[in-house]
């Protein structure tokens, strides 16, 4: 399966949209493409030790320093059916030996369930967030879902989480009990 260049746009020409809070000292060129199995040995420990330990708990609810080897075998395993993701690069640091597309700043991805609707997620760098990096990953990752015939994803979300509960509510998601209170859980119908 190829990847798929699904949007590249400078943020030179999007106006007064900068929010961030990082400490990004040149115009970023974002583009995102379907991730492949490849990309996880190439990017994941860097995207990783790029996350501040807030955001390491945002994502996996502790602010884990290395994360156990089934999950890190889950997340490896795209087939872009089953479990499926999007990743976003920064084209303005592109160089050949390390960086062919860009600097990785973020990945978007659901992982299918044997006992219910697959589960989103997404992931933007420290230094990238705020800056619109994730809304660009979560519509290029709903809409490679839909072509893969998946019509319902849900996501667990710490209550505390701001930037991911405002993320999610632009997708008309719906919250539905979690069992715990210290998770909302969403699902999004696409
Ligand atoms: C949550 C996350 C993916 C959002 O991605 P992002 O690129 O930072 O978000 P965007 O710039 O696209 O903005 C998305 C929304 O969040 C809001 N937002 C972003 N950063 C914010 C902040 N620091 N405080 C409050 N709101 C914020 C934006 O205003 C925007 O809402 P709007 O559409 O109502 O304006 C990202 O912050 C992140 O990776 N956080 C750590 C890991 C995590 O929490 N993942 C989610 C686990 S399910």
Known sequence: MSPVVTCAIN?????????HHGHIDHSPLIVTREAVPADFDRYFQEGFDALSPESRHMRFFTPVHELPE?????????DGTYNGAVIAFDAALRDDDRHPEGRPVG????MGSQTGPAELSVTVIDEYQGTGV?????????VLARKRGIRRLIADVLRENVPMRALINRYRAVVQPSG????VRYRVDI
């Open 11 to 19: 943020r030179n020409h999007e106006g007064p949209r900068l929010r």
């Open 70 to 78: 089934p999950v890190l075998k889950r997340l490896a395993d795209v």
């Open 107 to 110: 990945v978007a991805r659901w």
């Open 134 to 142: 994730g809304s660009r990953m979560m519509d290029a990752m709903l």
């Open 180 to 183: 715990d209170p210290r998770i």
